[in-house]
């Protein structure tokens, strides 16, 4: 019997609770009906006048200024070699000598071949004096001088071949010290010192290139390459930004030095090359670069953070917060993108609030409890949380 009493007393509380749960939840929702929707949690920041920078981005490699493969000029033994493998080397600099024995050799006998034609000619000269007066009393025929004066000329003929001789035998000798045909940086030794080294081998002693300045290969789209023809031909020269592999770090600035005789039917795309000082080394030959050529600045336009921008069947939109606190949808057409800004042409004021986070809960009249943004650069409130910067797609600048 206590049992059952109090079996029916909890089941008699239970329902009570429970009846009195009801009439609570039901008059909270009565209450939060009469209070109409929700307000939407959204980041906003106001759109901007300001001056957006037109980029022209293209995949590139670096190339050394100047690229010399040293040789021997003459057929010797290698004696010595003067510089460290990867040591940076002034025009000017012995890199390497070359026996120089049988070269001195021939320059001596070049020197006694002169003596002695040297002395040749002084006897012809003499006897063709002789000659002349003889000739001059009638003592004997012209023809007999003449043929003295051919001798004497003979001989300075020879003179002069012997002295070219020993000009060539002190070039050799001159060619026996291999010296830096420019300034640059010495790469790997290839070939040691004892081996014996000819004018015509394929292989050089060592490869000296030129780090400073640099140059950078890249490619743009063909259709992007008239204002930049339009530049050269005003004598501007065009920054020219070097970015590392992943298009974050900017690596090193420098300005457009020409472009291609010929476009890549194949890929639509033309060569430019560009100059850098490098005096800090960044760069170096046959190194990945995601070059950004700076073509124009369009100023005064409209600027919002790339966040902002939202895609549709319709096209790119906008949220717009009115002053009501309510959210309305607004086609925009995009411009330029440059990092985290996007150019509006159309579609929105400047000082406009815009939806840069939140916009996932958003309809068109959707009520927001607006917060400042995040602070992201390039926008006086900040881009929202969502959407970082836009990377280059090495495609040049943003179209609609």
């Not at 034609?117 to 023809?143: G, H, S, T």
């Not at 640059?184 to 010192?193: E, H, I, S, T, Y």
């Not at 406009?352 to 939140?358: A, L």
């Amino acid at each position: 019997m206590w049992l059952l009493i109090i079996g029916g007393l909890a089941y008699a509380g239970y329902t009570y609770f429970e009846a009195t749960k009801q009439k609570q939840d039901a008059a909270k929702a009565n209450k939060d009906a009469k209070k109409g929707p929700r307000a939407v949690p959204v980041a906003a920041v106001a759109s901007r006048i300001g001056n957006i920078p037109i980029y022209l981005r293209g995949l590139g490699s670096v190339a050394a200024f100047n690229t010399v493969s040293v040789k021997s000029r003459i057929d010797g033994q290698l004696e010595a070699i003067h510089f460290q493998e990867g040591q940076f080397v002034n025009k000017g600099d012995l890199l390497a000598e070359i026996d120089p024995r049988p070269y001195q050799v021939q320059l001596e006998q070049a020197q006694g071949q002169l003596a002695r034609d040297q002395a040749q000619l002084n006897d012809a000269r003499v006897n063709m004096e002789r000659y002349k007066a003889l000739w001059e009393e009638k003592v004997i025929p012209k023809q007999q001088y003449d043929t003295q004066a051919a001798a004497v000329g003979q001989n300075e003929g020879t003179i002069a071949s012997d002295q070219a001789a020993i000009n060539n035998a002190k070039l050799q000798l001159l060619y026996c010290k291999i010296t830096a045909p420019l300034s640059g940086r010495a790469g790997l030794r290839l070939v040691d010192v004892g081996n014996i080294v000819h004018a015509a081998d394929a292989n050089g002693i060592v490869m000296v290139e030129q780090l400073q300045p640099i140059s950078v290969l890249f490619t743009i789209p063909a259709d992007d390459l008239p204002p930049v023809l339009a530049s050269l031909r005003r004598g501007v020269h065009l920054p020219v930004d070097a970015y590392d592999r992943d298009d974050k770090n900017k690596i090193a600035t420098g300005t457009l030095s020409t472009v291609d005789n010929t476009i890549d039917a194949t890929t639509g795309t033309s060569r430019l090359k560009a100059q850098f000082n490098n005096t800090d080394n960044a760069l170096f030959p046959n190194q990945f670069v995601n070059c950004r050529m700076l073509i124009g600045t369009r100023s005064n336009a409209i600027i919002v953070p790339a966040p902002a921008i939202q895609r549709g069947p319709q096209g790119p939109y906008v949220y717009v917060i009115k002053p009501d606190n309510t959210a309305a949808v607004a086609p925009v057409t995009v411009g330029i993108t440059e990092g985290n800004d996007v150019e509006v042409l159309s579609g929105l004021e400047a000082n406009e609030q815009v939806v840069v986070d939140g916009q996932d809960k958003l309809q068109d009249g959707s009520k927001v409890d607006t917060r400042a943004s995040g602070g992201a650069p390039g926008s006086p409130g900040g881009a929202g949380k969502k959407g970082g910067g836009h990377k280059g797609s090495g495609q040049g600048r943003k179209k609609t």
